[in-house]
């Protein structure tokens, strides 16, 4: 079964819902959302997607993004795939959201309505690798010199959202 996305105006009324391909083709305001998760240091989790992901391939992101399905809660949605994705279950808190359209290369679009997570994980991953090839812990420094050097290496999404993150949370 085709990956549904549920399609909403900008203030979160639900239109219906449509193929996920079809919303980045067409570049449709969908809804989705994104956590962050910290060490103890404060160093924040990045993950890299899979080579084989249909856009953004081999590329560097905070912990989890994707889309809540029809009928699912925003944090039932991020529990969800923390677990799908990284193989972990820990608290996490809502923190805003808001509105971007990101242009994702082979002529997709990320026009999401995202609402943020944080929380905190010390411990094992069980990655799941269709999703992600690897993780790693970074300060936000580094993170900030990485992304200036090689912006390439970084989702278009994650370089708005992480700059969304800063005037809100940082």
Not at 49 to 59: E, G, L, T, V
Request: glycine letters at 6%.
């Amino acid at each position: 079964m085709e990956e549904q996305v549920v399609l909403v105006s900008e203030k979160d009324e639900i239109l219906g819902v449509m193929n996920k391909m079809q919303a980045h083709e067409n570049g449709i305001l969908h809804r989705a959302f994104s956590v962050f998760l910290f060490n103890d240091k404060g160093e924040m989790l990045l993950q890299k997607r899979a080579a084989d992901k249909y856009h953004s391939p081999n590329q560097w992101t905070n912990a989890v993004c994707s889309h809540p399905r029809m009928g699912e809660t925003y944090m039932e949605a991020a529990q969800r795939r923390l677990k799908e994705e990284l193989g972990i279950e820990t608290p996490i808190t809502y923190r805003f959201n808001f509105l971007y359209k990101a242009d994702v290369g082979q002529n997709l679009w990320e026009h999401e309505l995202d609402h943020v997570f944080t929380g905190n994980f010390e411990g094992e991953f069980k990655l799941n690798e269709e999703e992600v090839s690897e993780v790693r812990y970074i300060s936000i420094d580094e993170l900030d010199k990485e992304m200036s050097a090689n912006p390439e290496n970084f989702t278009e999404w994650f370089k708005i959202i992480l700059k969304e993150y800063k005037q809100h949370l940082g």
